[in-house]
Antibody, heavy 116, light 107 residues
Framework: EVQLMESGGGLVQPGGSLRLSCAAS????????MHWVRQAAGEGLEWVSA???????FYAGSVKGRFTISRENAKNSFYLQMNSLRAGDTAVYYC??????????WGKGTTVTVSS | DIQMTQSPSSLSASVGDRVTITCRAS??????LNWYQQKPGKAPKFLIY???NLQSGVPSRFSGSGSGTDFTLTISCLQPEDSATYYC?????????FGGGTKVEIK
């Protein structure tokens, strides 16, 4: 079964850091682009970042310079290092598999809360 | 960035009704338009890709159409399980962007 599972969410103070992980199973991880999408409570979906099969990275303007996406193909995993966190980063963070820019498989999400 | 505008933001319809949701892009996105369905407390589900192609397992009552900047998602015969929020998404360029969502409720 194709699955994605996020971990690493939690409560962090403004200015703090957090590292999200996404573990993939049931498919050939190295052949897919991978994405992070977030959703604040009661709000819509916001694309955050992506990493392609060659390791090229892409970011939303709102997180560029603060967040870093990476992947570890040997572990079928990818990550989102989040630094200088702000209240506006509070959201459920989903990892998703990318068929190019089509997000065809999603994890269940992990919650990040930035608050003092 | 390409802005995606959905309308209406919400609608209420009866079982068996035909429902249409509109999505407009701020510039031409060719056929790089996808649709997702999200139920409360759940992750989005991939519904339709490249305007009109149904993802495997999606009921045939769902369809998509359009080109360039204007697109539609149609549910031909609304079912109770279709109660959800629907999002369009452009895949033409990064940053990928989503519409604001359309909440579909059953009367």
């Amino acid at each position: 079964e194709v699955q994605l599972m996020e971990s690493g969410g939690g409560l962090v103070q403004p200015g703090g850091s957090l590292r999200l992980s996404c573990a993939a199973s049931g498919f050939s991880f190295i052949t897919y682009d991978m994405h992070w999408v977030r959703q604040a409570a009661g709000e819509g979906l916001e694309w955050v970042s992506a990493i392609d099969t060659a390791g090229k990275t892409f970011y939303a303007g709102s997180v560029k310079g603060r967040f870093t996406i990476s992947r570890e193909n040997a572990k079928n995993s990818f990550y989102l290092q989040m630094n200088s966190l702000r209240a506006g980063d509070t959201a459920v963070y989903y990892c998703a598999r990318g068929l190019g820019s089509k997000l065809d498989v999603w994890g269940k999400g992990t919650t990040v809360t930035v608050s003092s | 960035d390409i802005q995606m505008t959905q309308s209406p933001s919400s609608l209420s319809a009866s079982v068996g009704d035909r429902v249409t949701i509109t999505c407009r892009a701020s510039q031409s996105i060719s056929n790089y338009l996808n649709w997702y369905q999200q139920k409360p407390g759940k992750a989005p589900k991939f519904l339709i890709y490249d305007v009109s192609n149904l993802q495997s397992g999606v009921p045939s009552r769902f369809s998509g159409s359009g080109s360039g900047t204007d697109f539609t998602l149609t549910i031909s015969c609304l079912q109770p399980e279709d109660s959800a929020t629907y999002y369009c998404q452009q895949g033409y360029s990064t940053p990928l962007t989503f519409g604001g969502g359309t909440k579909v409720e059953i009367k």
